[in-house]
């Protein structure tokens, strides 16, 4: 278009060219000279145009600046297509602008909820559980550190390298803003250093263990000790581990284990320690000289320490007992230790356990009430019985959780996504909804009650007044006669019955009454919608609610129950009642 532009202009000016040989100037669009005058006139007016809209374009809109957001200020405006070229400092701000954009969009910002970041929490959880269990066993038994120096310094540095990344993971994690991702790389840093864990990240991270260098090498656990500042990464691993986890008990008794394994280990790395301290062998209490061929081993020592530890924080006892001041303070400390933390171990192991047994407490508290009532109240026995085998078939088929009361806590669009998931495909079957709008199936499936009915259950008798409509979701059903054993079909699951006698459908012989007999061959899980809740879905869906009724009134038709009624003449009724309700108006006036 710009190309276009500029060969229509250079032609114009050429032919005015032409004409201004041949004509002097006059000052009329008139004669021979005209196409020249004009052609200047246009001229004119295309510069002044193009120097306007050039103007207009550069003008900073302070209102709209206000409003834009960062992508939409950094977005250029399109070229006017009355432009001639680029300067060469836009051309460059162009293509300084386009390698900031591609470097914006190259940037990886991380969401909490990402399985990417859970991943990454499984590293940088390994790497802190690591310094926490074998800096502290290396730095309290020395023939450890010594005897794999170069393991140890490999396995370090690869944790400090994953701790530095995990700094950056840091910088590209996003968190939300009025319900919205911050993707902003400048405003995560700056807000991830304002933190406090910013500064213990840092603080982990430092080289302290280059000291080693002045003070030997045997000392390097020591001098890390710094990196055991990384433990709420691990704990943040546990609790996202927990939310995701299909078993959060189990993984609760799990990493209760792991805390106690853990503390037992600490407490026997400091036993030796201190045994070291006050002379190995030099008493009883003490851990034995490591000159005796029994006791000399890595391995014998750290077992022992282990067992003293296990025994002395359980409250046991059966250990040596202590023989200076210092071992008696010692000891002191450890028991008191050992009572707290494992009276809460035992209070979390109770409360855990009943948590995984609630359910089975709750239900079994429902029966024995039940069966104190049917005691009381003097129930036979043969009732009894079957309200047992009933209970007993809900446990076992896990029926037991009331899903109104599990559902409450949620929000109504996912209770009604979950709802979706779990009886859509029921509600689907049902001949009388299969053409139904999908946001009245949705209204419907938030509103059906599952209901367990026992074999030889009549759900419902042929004159009964009908309050609700049944689907089928397990079992058999058989619509039987008056006698209760001949049955003249079999429904099973997707079948529905009951809807006829909701729907009011005027000229129905039955009018809102059950018209069969529907009696459980077995265990059936049926759903129930009430008549209530159906009409109330249905007001807000008038075009369905007339389908619904000229089905009900095709099924009645071929079953020899719907009378056909005269329209106009109920048209003429109605309008002779409305002209009577008016001559009685006035004559009361």
């Known amino acids: 278009a710009?190309?276009?532009?500029?060969?229509?202009?250079?032609?114009?000016?050429?032919?005015?060219?032409?004409?201004?040989?041949?004509?002097?100037?006059?000052?009329?669009?008139?004669?021979?000279?005209?196409?020249?005058?004009?052609?200047?006139?246009?001229?004119?007016?295309r510069e002044w145009a193009q120097k306007s809209l050039a103007e207009e374009t550069e003008r900073p809109d302070s209102?709209?600046?206000?409003?834009?957001?960062?992508?939409?200020?950094?977005?250029q405006a399109p070229p006017s297509r009355f432009s001639h070229s680029h300067t060469g400092s836009d051309a460059d701000?162009?293509?300084?602008?386009?390698?900031?954009?591609?470097?914006?969009?190259?940037?990886?910002?991380?969401s909490p909820s990402d399985d990417a970041y859970y991943h990454w929490l499984m590293v940088i959880g390994a790497a802190v559980f690591y310094n926490w269990t074998l800096l502290v066993v290396r730095a309290c038994f020395d023939d450890l550190q010594m005897k794999n120096v170069l393991v140890w310094l490999v396995l370090d540095y690869i944790c400090d390298g994953v701790y530095i990344l995990d700094i950056a993971v840091r910088l590209h994690t996003g968190f939300l803003d009025q319900g919205l991702m911050v993707k902003d790389v400048r405003r995560l840093r700056e807000t991830y250093v304002r933190t406090p864990q910013c500064k213990i990240d840092i603080c982990s991270i430092l080289p302290t263990d280059l000291l080693y260098l002045t003070v030997g090498i045997s000392y390097t656990p020591l001098l890390r000790f710094n990196r055991l500042l990384r433990l709420p990464r691990l704990f943040e691993l546990f609790e996202r581990t927990e939310t995701r986890t299909g078993y959060p008990n189990a993984f609760r008794i799990c990493k209760l284990v792991l805390y106690i394994l853990v503390i037992?280990?600490?407490?026997a790395c400091a036993y030796y320690s201190f045994s070291k301290v006050l002379g190995l062998g030099s008493d009883s209490w003490v851990y034995p000289n490591a000159s005796d061929p029994e006791f000399g081993s890595l391995t014998r020592s750290y077992i022992y320490c282990l067992y003293w530890s296990t025994l002395t924080l359980t409250t046991i006892g059966e250990t040596p007992p202590p023989v200076r001041d210092e071992e008696y303070l010692f000891l002191i400390f450890d028991f008191l230790v050992g009572v707290l933390i494992f009276a809460s171990i035992v209070g979390n192991v109770g409360a855990m356990i009943s948590n995984m047994n609630a359910t089975r407490a709750a239900f079994q508290s429902r029966v024995d009430t039940l069966k104190h009532y049917m005691h009381f109240r003097h129930v036979s026995k043969v009732l009894e019985q079957r309200v047992i085998r009933w209970f007993d078939y809900l446990w076992t088929n896990q029926k037991?959780?009331?899903?109104?009361?599990?559902?409450?806590?949620?929000?109504?669009?996912?209770?009604?996504?979950?709802a979706i998931n779990v009886h859509l495909d029921t509600l689907k079957k049902v001949r009388i909804?299969?053409?139904?709008?999908?946001?009245?199936?949705?209204?419907?499936?938030?509103?059906?009650?599952?209901?367990?009915?026992?074999?030889?259950?009549y759900i419902c008798r042929k004159g009964d007044v009908g309050k609700e409509m049944y689907i089928i979701k397990d079992g058999q059903l058989a619509v039987v006669g008056e006698d209760g054993v001949t049955q003249f079909a079999v429904l099973t699951s997707g079948s529905c019955f009951g809807e006829i006698s909701i729907l009011n459908i005027s000229g129905s012989k039955m009018g809102n009454r059950r018209t069969a007999n529907i009696r459980s061959l077995g265990y059936s899980d049926l759903f129930c919608l009430s008549k209530q809740d159906l009409m109330e879905a249905l007001q807000e869906f008038p075009h369905a609610r007339a389908q619904l009724e000229q089905r009900g009134r095709d099924i009645l038709r071929k079953e020899g129950l719907l009378e056909e009624v005269n329209v106009s003449a109920g048209e003429q009724l109605e309008e002779k009642v409305e002209r009577l309700e008016t001559s009685l108006d006035r004559l009361q006036v």
């Open 400 to 418: 037991t959780i009331d899903e109104q009361e599990v559902l409450r806590s949620l929000p109504n669009k996912l209770r009604a996504e979950i």
């Open 433 to 457: 909804f299969q053409d139904c709008e999908a946001g009245l199936l949705v209204e419907l499936v938030l509103k059906l009650r599952p209901q367990v009915f026992s074999p030889g259950d």
């Open 63 to 75: 209102f709209l600046e206000r409003f834009r957001g960062p992508a939409q200020m950094d977005t």
């Open 2 to 45: 710009q190309s276009m532009c500029d060969d229509t202009s250079s032609e114009l000016q050429r032919m005015a060219a032409i004409d201004r040989r041949d004509v002097n100037s006059q000052n009329s669009f008139r004669g021979r000279g005209a196409l020249s005058r004009i052609v200047s006139m246009v001229m004119t007016l």
């Open 93 to 110: 701000n162009e293509i300084r602008r386009s390698r900031r954009t591609r470097r914006k969009c190259n940037v990886v910002v991380l």
């Open 264 to 267: 037992i280990h600490w407490n």
